[in-house]
């Protein structure tokens, strides 16, 4: 990688971009493992990576105990949400080999403190709902009984569902700082992006100078669009609609919590770290069901004094081509009735690509509704 400066860029979160990788310990086989679940694991590359900047490892008592009852770690830095690593008891040794589901050791981590947890009082916190049809709070209460904090050391780093699309944030920086941007955007998704999600990264972009298309990778729920299909609707729809230099598409490694306004606040924290100056908040950002109002995602933002997260979040509504403005608009800008906008339900988007039909134009460009009608025929 080329030595081009980032000083100009946002700094990270804390000031400094961590790096926890390292090399194996020489006494790697006589420690004791403990396996991670792929939610853990995601966690873990991103503490490797910076992603998780300033975290070294995964969270002691008081942080923990601080991010739930104030989001803000101990020492006051905004944090909104658990990274926690759960174990069935107290380990043997100062330090344990953390492996991956094939029971590959993968990091170090130097014990600092073994702890209890509340599940229904995380939830509540965390997820603001202890109901277990939440798929987040499901997946707490699976979890074993106890907490594990300590730093760690990545010696071998996850190997990435998408390599082409994979930057670490001092990759993203970089190549940020050769293009010459200052004011990045990042847009986080987990869907297919049609015309109403196009609009808002192009209306964000029209005011700074380039734009993260960042998708989510990592663990989604089994009825969200698989991100393979998802990366090859990126693809076309980037092509064939975004300038080629003011738009970079890179993957976010991290699995979906779906804890709604607490877990925008933490995409918004990491998107700071990949060097995003500015981040895109819509209605109801990762929300899932009612559990949350449209607008409290947006709304959290305001609990934070506006220097202290740093990164700018830019507000959106929902948006829709309306026939008369004969344009993309929001409720924000447009003054006509509902008949007038091309509004299709999810479902009926489903259907229509499941018979192979094409959305209309106005809804989907072409290009993305061919990958999207491929998919589902096989
Ligand atoms: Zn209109």
Redesign the pocket.
């Known amino acids: 990688m080329s030595a081009v400066a980032t000083d100009h860029l946002i700094k990270p979160h804390g000031g400094e971009l961590v790096d926890r990788t390292g090399a194996a310990p020489e006494d790697l086989a006589d420690l004791k493992v403990v396996q991670l679940t792929s939610r853990e694991l995601s966690d873990l590359d991103m503490l490797a990576s910076g992603a998780l900047s300033p975290l070294e490892g995964f969270m002691g008592q008081a942080d923990y105990e601080s991010v739930l009852e104030s989001m803000r770690l101990s020492n006051g830095l905004p944090w909104s949400l658990p990274v926690c690593l759960a174990v069935d008891g107290p380990p043997q040794g100062d330090r344990v080999a953390l492996a991956d589901e094939s029971g590959t050791p993968v990091a170090l981590l130097e014990v600092e403190g073994v702890y209890d947890y509340d599940k229904e009082r995380e939830a509540e916190l965390a997820y603001r709902t202890t109901d277990q049809e939440h798929p987040g709070v499901a997946r707490l209460y699976e979890q074993k009984a106890m907490y594990l904090a300590g730093k760690v050391t990545v010696f071998e780093r996850a190997t990435p569902q998408f390599p082409e699309l994979a930057r670490d944030p001092a990759a993203t920086r970089a190549i940020f700082a050769e293009r010459g941007w200052r004011r990045v955007v990042g847009f986080q998704t987990r869907n297919p992006i049609h015309r109403a999600h196009e609009y808002l990264t192009k209306v964000a972009l029209e005011t700074v100078d380039g734009l993260l298309i960042h998708p989510l990778v990592g663990d989604t729920k089994g009825d969200d669009v698989p991100a393979a299909t998802r990366v090859a609707c990126y693809d076309v729809l980037v092509r064939n609609y975004y300038p080629a230099d003011r738009v970079l598409v890179s993957a976010f490694p991290a699995a979906m919590r779906y804890a709604g306004p607490r877990e925008a606040i933490w995409h918004a924290i990491c998107r700071k770290n990949y060097g995003c100056s500015h981040f895109i908040v819509g209605r109801d950002h990762a929300g899932v069901g009612s559990y949350y109002g449209t607008y409290d995602a947006q709304l959290i933002f305001d609990e934070f004094e506006p220097h202290e997260l740093d990164i700018e979040p830019m507000f959106f509504e929902h948006s829709f081509w309306?026939r008369?403005?004969g344009s993309m608009?929001s409720a924000k800008t447009?003054?006509?009735d509902a008949e007038?906008?091309v509004f299709l339900s999810g479902t009926k988007v489903r259907e229509m690509l499941g018979n192979g039909e094409l959305p209309p134009v106005e809804f989907s460009r072409p290009e993305v509704a061919e990958v999207l009608i491929e998919a589902y025929k096989s």
Do not use: E, G, L, Y
């Open positions: 309306c008369v403005c608009a447009c003054p006509h007038d906008h």
